[in-house]
């Protein structure tokens, strides 16, 4: 007899995600069900604004991968208007992307996903003299002695005996699945440790192009902030750019890449070493899509991308089809299965264009045992590229670069396997999908040099200009306009669509990463990534601690504050703010 399991919420962070899978009398999951269980209420918010400062609402969608809506809601207004940024504002744009990357990538491995595959209590048994040996036998990272190993244990030791774990409670510690020594297990947890405080020093590129972090300012036209001649400026001269902070951020950025190339690295090869079988399941689908960013030239020039657009379909790493956003017959957004309603009746795909947003929640009073998954059954909605579902995030990316040639991409990806001793079919699953997270990574941190020299070149030669106010006089805009704004979010490809109508917002939509991948079932039934990931060779040794369905969900590093927000049950506003 088949049986439902239940795991909600099954985010560590940001946002309600419900999974429901139907599992064989043997354990092997058999059905899966995805559901956000809160909605968004953004783009009706956004209707009737101005577009210009429609970024500040959009941006707040996600507290985690903070910037990536501020930058898809500007250029949704730069696109619609037909609105030129210079070169030195894409550079920083790209260098804010890249840091987000890099720092939302080492925060998901070590603070939302190792403890999928890593056991804290088992940690408290490993010789720390053995702990140092293996950590230096994988990496030169300096801190690797046996007396910090053995203050680490402490720490562990202090929490699991006061009863409280803490930031590590909520576990299935001694979990069979769980495969690590205890060394190797000690050497991750005091690693994890480390990443927290890394992680606060790299936001500080944030801060420095975006005044703050989280959710830095932006400008639809450029940058917000302009260089000052020197640090000493002062007055209306002195700003946040200068010599010494650019000093700052090439510090921030070798700081990246220490910590990815010494410690994120060696981390993901020593412990996918220890969980090989996890790269023969949880693909799933077999799509996958990216839609391009970090451009040399302008968004508008696709050539000049360094993560290029397309969509591979069935793992033919030969073929790659174009993609582009702005055509009904590629992007739609299919609510057969969501909690909304379309005039045109549910089983109609939208193009975001003339996307709607109509709640109509008809599940089951909260709370409950489980969903009918027959009807409606989330607040995400299924967006298809041709009818088809593709996944998107890391793992479409580094594909991406790998079977277009680049070079830096197919020397780590290959070296790796090669360690591991694995083809490069083992990317196609959950552990694939984290190694992506790492490679990309590293790709980008690397490359994340390259746009800062470029920038202090052209700041040396005379170029400072760092946005356009061309077009800042609504009364110089078209009677209506439609653009859309897009990037590679940490997540995966996101588009901001906008309809400008009298110098006003009349339509707003979000296509996110996480209703790409994490929506539910179409008008034909097609399942979207997550829900297919998991009816991949996936068997539960205990029901009540799904460990195995934490893995591979989390291997995408699912973000569902981007796909639902909160609301009234009954629709009403909550409250209303004046601003003068």
């Known amino acids: 007899m088949n049986k439902r399991v239940v795991v909600d919420p099954i985010t560590r962070i940001e946002g309600h995600l419900r999974i429901e899978a139907e599992t064989s009398a043997e354990g092997a999951i058999t059905g899966a069900w995805s559901s956000g269980t809160m909605v968004r209420g953004i783009e009706i918010i956004l209707q009737g604004r101005d577009p210009r400062e429609a970024w500040a609402f ?15 809601s500007v250029r949704s207004v730069e696109d619609a208007l037909k609105w030129s940024i210079p070169a030195n504002a894409q550079l920083i744009r790209n260098l804010m992307i890249a840091a987000q990357h890099v720092h939302d ?29 293996l950590a230096q036998s994988i990496s030169s990272w300096p801190k690797s002695s046996p007396g910090y190993f053995a203050d680490t244990q402490k720490r562990i ?15 299935y510690w001694g979990h069979p699945a769980y495969q690590l020594p205890p060394e190797a297990n000690l050497m991750a947890v005091a690693h994890y440790l480390e990443a927290l405080a890394w992680q606060r020093d790299v936001v500080k590129l944030h801060a420095i192009f975006g005044g703050k ?67 023969a399941r949880g693909e799933g689908l077999g799509n996958f899509m990216t839609v391009g960013d970090f451009p040399s030239k302008g968004m508008d020039d696709p050539a000049s991308m360094f993560i290029p657009s397309g969509v591979i379909l069935n793992r033919d790493l030969t073929r790659f089809e174009p993609v582009d956003l702005r055509d009904p017959a590629q992007v739609q957004e299919f609510v057969s299965h969501s909690w909304y309603d379309y005039a045109g009746g549910k089983d109609k795909g939208l193009h975001p264009y003339d996307g709607e947003t109509t709640l109509h929640y008809t599940g089951p009073k909260p709370p409950y045992e489980q969903l009918d998954v027959a009807g409606s059954y989330s607040w995400l909605k299924s967006p298809r590229w041709r009818g088809k579902a593709v996944e998107v995030g890391p793992l479409a990316r580094v594909l991406t670069l790998y079977a277009k040639g680049h070079e830096p991409t197919k020397a780590l990806a290959d070296q790796a396997l090669k360690a591991l001793d694995l083809p490069l079919t083992a990317m196609f699953s959950t552990l694939g999908r984290t190694a992506a997270r790492t490679l990309e990574s590293k790709i980008f941190a690397d490359q994340m040099m390259s746009w800062l020299d470029q920038l202090q070149a ?65 008008a034909t039934g097609q399942p979207g990534a997550y829900e297919a990931a998991l009816m991949d060779r996936h068997q539960l ?23 639902v927000h909160v609301t009234d049950p009954a629709g009403e506003e909550l409250s209303s703010i004046r601003v003068n």
């Open 58 to 72: 959009a941006q707040r969608i996600c507290g985690v991968c903070t910037l990536v809506h501020g930058i898809a």
């Open 105 to 133: 990538h080492v925060m998901h491995f070590y603070h939302l996903h190792a403890l999928d595959w890593v056991d804290v209590v088992s940690a408290l048994k490993a010789d720390p003299k053995a702990t140092s040996a």
């Open 157 to 171: 030791k202090q929490f699991v005996e006061s009863g409280q774990l803490g930031i590590f409670a909520n576990g």
């Open 213 to 279: 972090n989280p959710h830095p300012n932006f400008l639809v036209g450029g940058s917000p902030s302009p260089f000052s001649a020197g640090p000493g400026s002062q007055g209306s001269a002195a700003t946040a750019l200068n010599v010494s902070t650019l000093a700052d951020i090439r510090a921030i950025i070798r700081s990246m890449q220490t910590f990815v190339d010494q410690v994120y690295v060696p981390d993901t090869l020593a412990i996918a070493g220890f969980y090989k079988d996890w790269f």
């Open 458 to 522: 052209n700041l040396k030669a005379g170029d400072a200009s760092v946005h356009n106010t061309a077009l800042w006089d609504p009364k110089t805009w078209p009677a209506e306009a439609k653009g859309v704004g897009f990037m590679e979010a940490p997540r995966g490809a996101l588009a901001h669509y906008i309809v400008i109508r009298d110098q006003k917002i009349a339509n707003y939509q979000a296509v996110v990463p996480s209703t790409w991948n994490a929506g539910p079932r179409d």
């Open 541 to 563: 040794h205990d029901p009540k601690q799904p460990l195995e369905i934490q893995r591979t969900i989390h291997s995408f590093d699912p973000c569902i504050a981007c796909a």
